[in-house]
């Protein structure tokens, strides 16, 4: 199993300013995943970071929005840009499960609970 | 129509009930089936895992999944206060990465 690391684990910010959350992982994996946790809603992926490549966004989430970095193989940072108080949420960082199989076993953070005023 | 569908609860149940989760869902290429356990304020961690349809037992845990009625089931026997969570069904297609989430439900155990 992997262990991940988020900071910060929670934060209140205002209204119009930006927030970096960082993922820092206890080993190397090709492939990072951020997730959008929103109360009574679905884990909803906002994103895969790819080492030395453009992250690749899914429907609904834009680079300006959530602009991502992934500079090693162990660590990836998700930026909430232009934050409004819809973007209260908490914020996991993922990575695939090792077992080797493509099955969708994911490992996660302990999340950012991100609030916004 | 949600892709996954997951009663959302809570469900509150005394020490030692046997407790069933369920999920329902739309995509018929979804061959990977899990469970994930997410206590408050800790991100989710991977319970049970099965593939295709059929039955899965880890100790007080039970998955099954129907592929022809889409529909899969978590059972929790002698449940206990420690087990109060929120329980996620999530699935994938074959080879994928990704992976969709039900809403979860939030169960609560009487001591």
């Known amino acids: 199993s992997a262990v991940i690391s988020q900071k910060p684990s929670r934060d209140i910010c205002q209204r119009g300013t930006s927030l970096t959350i960082q993922c820092q992982v206890d080993?190397?994996?090709?492939?990072m995943f951020w997730y959008r946790q929103q109360p009574g809603q679905s884990l909803t992926l906002i994103a895969t970071?790819?080492?030395?490549?453009?992250?690749?966004?899914e429907s609904g989430f834009v680079i300006d929005k959530f602009p991502i970095s992934r500079p090693n193989l162990t660590f990836s940072t998700l930026t909430v840009s232009n934050m409004s108080p819809e973007d209260s949420s908490i914020y996991l960082c993922?990575?695939?499960?090792?077992?080797?199989?493509?099955?969708?076993?994911?490992?996660f953070g302990e999340g950012s609970r991100l609030t916004v005023l | 129509q949600k892709e996954v569908e997951q009663d959302p609860g809570p469900l509150s149940v005394p020490e030692g009930a046997i407790v069933s989760l369920n999920c329902t869902y739309s995509?018929?290429?979804?061959?990977?089936f899990m469970w994930y356990r997410q206590y408050s304020r800790k991100g989710p961690e991977l319970l049970m895992y099965?593939?295709?349809?059929g039955n899965k037992e880890d100790g007080r845990f039970t998955a099954q999944v129907d592929k022809s009625s889409k529909y899969i089931s978590l059972f929790i026997r002698d449940s206990q206060p420690s087990d109060s969570a929120t329980y996620l069904c999530a699935m994938s297609d074959t080879g994928g990465f990704k992976t969709i989430f039900g809403a979860g439900t939030r169960l609560f155990v009487k001591a």
């Open positions: 995509n018929s290429a979804f061959q990977y």
């Open positions: 099965t593939y295709s349809s």
């Open positions: 970071a790819n080492q030395g490549s453009e992250a690749t966004y």
């Open positions: 993922s990575v695939p499960g090792t077992s080797g199989r493509d099955t969708g076993e994911l490992f």
């Open positions: 080993s190397q994996v090709t492939m």
